[in-house]
Each structure stands twice: as structure tokens, then as C-alpha cells.
């Protein structure tokens, strides 16, 4: 009887503090929302995406400011044109809507598309080359799904070829290869991070507090993997796989995660008509992505050569790059680009301390040594010289 008592003063006074604070924001919300009325609120509306259809030009919109808004008038060029709102005009906080303006447009032409409330604030945005909005048909699904396999699959397969070479060098030079390989994966860690922050900075409102929207994205795909990946490798014997197996598996999961942001830059900047810009992107990761496989390698090479599974692992980590073009081609939005680079970064960063530990259990207790810190500082050139080309 005593126990039951116990645990029900021990819920209550875990209850109680939250009743407390409902109750004050209920308050604060409700009869005291006076106090929360010190200005007027500025409006704040996104321009999220423009797409450009036959004899007509699409606007994606959100309210992102703390009150109601009216979108109004439509102007292009700073012409005032005609404008349909779907579902209306009207916007509650972080509504969206559609916005249709009739207009004759030319390829390739630069335009500014405006939008003004009813308070007279107006937002715009620029668009440097018009481009028909990319359909999901089947001619593009095909065309994203080969350029993926260009950038993704063949440039990590190709890396993987060196694996027999890994496989036969001294202990401390297969330390310097997995050192090498944390270097590869810090500077993609890096990239994704870089990336995220260009993307929430250009097209995210502030209201979205995109700085913090990527670390917490990024914290929480660092602890879900980490947790995922000491299972794993944990339980490697249970599952009746290979530690390295289990280590290049997380590998090529982190490697996947970031292919699917490199696929979603081509599949955005071909789908904007940036079509110079995509070629570079085509060109640069086919190159970049090369020194993924070597990354998948290192760890396989302690273990039993499986052809099979290295071949598997070359697919988890390329694959994602076709998938990464279909969204970014057909449905591409800054705040999901935000969201899977961070997931990206996080896996990344994720891995490089399973590679860490590996080379620790390898006999390397002294990770400050020649053949890790020049492994390290190796990787991360390496993948600079290869990313300047994008």
C-alpha cells in the first residue's frame, strides 16, 4: 500500500508543474493577451518556389509572420498583373497558397515577381533564367534516374576497386587509409553543414530559425544513428555479419544520406533551367563522389573479401543520388533541402566516430600519430582539390 502511495505522490509531482503551465499560457493567450500586444506586427511573406508553366507563372507563398495576411496584387516586372489565389488569399500563419498569374513569358528571360498585402507590404524575388517547370513523366524520371547512376552508383564503385591494393598494404598504412577516410567523410560533413546554411539563409524566413533548425536536425540524426550504429556493431555477431561489415554498412548509410542532398542540388538547379550550373554539379560530384568508395573500402578490407555485399554497400550509399534528383526535379522545397542536408551532416559525423574507434581497436591507441594525423589532413585536400571543380 505504501508503494502504490509513493509512486502516486511521484506522478503527481510530476503532473503538477505541467498543469501550472498550461494554465499560465492559457491565461497569457486568453484574458491576459494584453500584455502581449507592446506594437503592430510586421507581416512576413516567403516566396518559396516560382515555376514557370505554359502562358503562366506559379507562385508558391507562405505566411511566416506572427498575424493574418491578405495577399492582394501580383505584379511581374514590376508591372501589376491579374492573379489567381488557390485556395484564397486569405493566410493564416504558415499557410501556403498558390498563387497563378496569367503572363506571356520568354525562356531563359530574367524576372521579378512581386506580391503585395493588403497593408501595402510588397515581397519579391528574383528569377535570373525562366525554365518550363519540370513534370514527373517518364522521359525525366528516366533522365534523373541515369544521371544519378553517373553521379551516385559508378564514381563509388569505381572507388571501391581499391580494396585489393588496401587489402594487402602494413598495418600502420591501413591506419593511415582509415584516418584518410575519416578526412573524406569531415569534409563532407562540412559541405552538407555549408550547404544547409546557404539554402535557410536564400529561401527560408527567419521565422523558421533555420541556424538552429539545422543543428537540432543535425544533433538528432548524429544520436539516432550513433545509437543505431552501437547496436549494430554491437550485435555484429548475433546478425552473423563481419564487424567491417557492420562498420562499412554505417558508411555507406552516411555517405547515402549526404548522395541524396548532392542529388537534390542537380535535380533543383536542372528543374530552375540553371543548366551550365547543373552540368559543373554533374561533372564535379562524378569526380567527388570517387573517394566515397575508397572511404566504403578501408574498413572492408580487414574482412573476408565479399563481392556481393561490397557491392551492396556501393549501392546504399549511390542510390540515394537518383531519388535525391527525383525530389529536387519534380518537388523540391528549401525547407526539406534544410532538412535532409542536416540528416546528411549528422550521419556523416556520426560515422567518422565509428571510424575513430576502429582504428582505436586496431591497435592505433594514439590517434595524434604520423600516419592518422597526415591520413586525416590527406583526405580532407583531397576532397578540396576534387570539390573545386563544382
Wanted: overall charge negative; glycine content about 10%.
Amino acid at each position: 500500500m505504501e508503494i502504490k502511495t509513493s509512486r502516486g505522490k511521484v506522478v503527481a509531482s510530476g503532473i503538477i508543474p505541467f498543469i501550472f503551465l498550461i494554465l499560465m499560457m492559457a491565461y497569457i493567450l486568453g484574458p491576459g493577451s494584453d500584455l502581449l500586444n507592446l506594437g503592430t506586427p510586421i507581416p512576413e511573406l516567403a516566396i518559396e518556389k516560382v515555376n514557370f508553366v505554359k502562358s503562366e507563372i506559379h507562385v508558391t507563398v507562405r505566411n511566416t509572420g506572427p498575424v493574418s495576411i491578405q495577399v492582394s496584387m501580383a505584379d511581374v516586372n514590376d508591372r501589376i498583373q491579374p492573379a489567381a489565389i488557390e485556395p484564397d488569399g486569405f493566410l493564416e500563419r504558415y499557410e501556403t497558397a498558390l498563387v497563378r498569374i496569367p503572363f506571356e513569358w520568354n525562356e531563359a528571360e530574367p524576372y521579378t515577381v512581386g506580391l503585395t498585402t493588403s497593408d501595402g507590404v510588397r515581397f519579391e524575388k528574383q528569377i535570373d533564367a525562366a525554365a518550363t517547370a519540370l513534370q514527373p513523366n517518364l522521359e525525366f524520371v528516366v533522365f534523373f534516374a541515369i544521371i544519378g547512376t553517373y553521379v551516385g552508383i559508378i564514381p563509388v564503385m569505381i572507388g571501391l576497386l581499391w580494396l585489393p591494393f588496401i587489402k594487402k598494404i602494413s598495418k600502420n598504412k591501413y591506419h593511415f587509409f582509415l584516418s584518410l577516410t575519416a578526412g573524406l567523410l569531415l569534409f563532407l560533413g562540412i559541405d552538407s553543414v555549408k550547404e544547409a546554411f546557404d539554402v535557410s539563409s536564400e529561401n527560408l524566413s527567419t521565422s523558421f530559425n533555420g541556424e538552429l533548425l539545422i543543428t537540432t536536425t543535425l544533433v538528432l540524426s548524429f544520436l539516432g544513428l550513433y545509437y543505431a550504429s552501437e547496436k549494430l556493431t554491437g550485435k555484429a555477431d548475433s546478425l552473423k555479419i563481419s564487424k567491417p561489415v557492420a562498420i562499412g554498412l554505417m558508411i555507406a548509410i552516411g555517405i547515402g544520406l549526404h548522395n541524396f542532398g548532392e542529388g537534390l542540388a542537380i535535380g533543383a538547379s536542372i528543374g530552375l533551367g540553371s543548366i551550365a550550373f547543373s552540368t559543373f554539379l554533374i561533372i564535379g560530384f562524378a569526380l567527388h563522389n570517387t573517394t566515397e568508395g575508397l572511404a566504403i573500402a578501408a574498413p572492408m578490407s580487414r574482412g573476408k573479401l565479399m563481392v556481393g555485399k561490397l557491392i551492396l554497400l556501393g549501392i546504399i550509399a549511390g542510390t540515394p543520388a537518383i531519388f535525391g534528383g527525383w525530389v529536387g526535379g519534380f518537388a523540391y522545397s528549401p525547407f526539406s533541402g534544410v532538412i535532409f542536408l542536416s540528416i546528411g551532416a549528422g550521419a556523416i559525423f556520426q560515422v567518422i566516430i565509428v571510424i575513430l574507434n576502429w582504428i582505436r581497436e586496431e591497435g592505433e591507441k594514439n590517434l595524434s600519430s604520423a600516419s592518422v594525423v597526415s591520413g586525416f589532413a590527406i583526405g580532407m585536400l583531397i576532397m578540396y582539390v576534387t570539390s573545386i571543380l563544382i
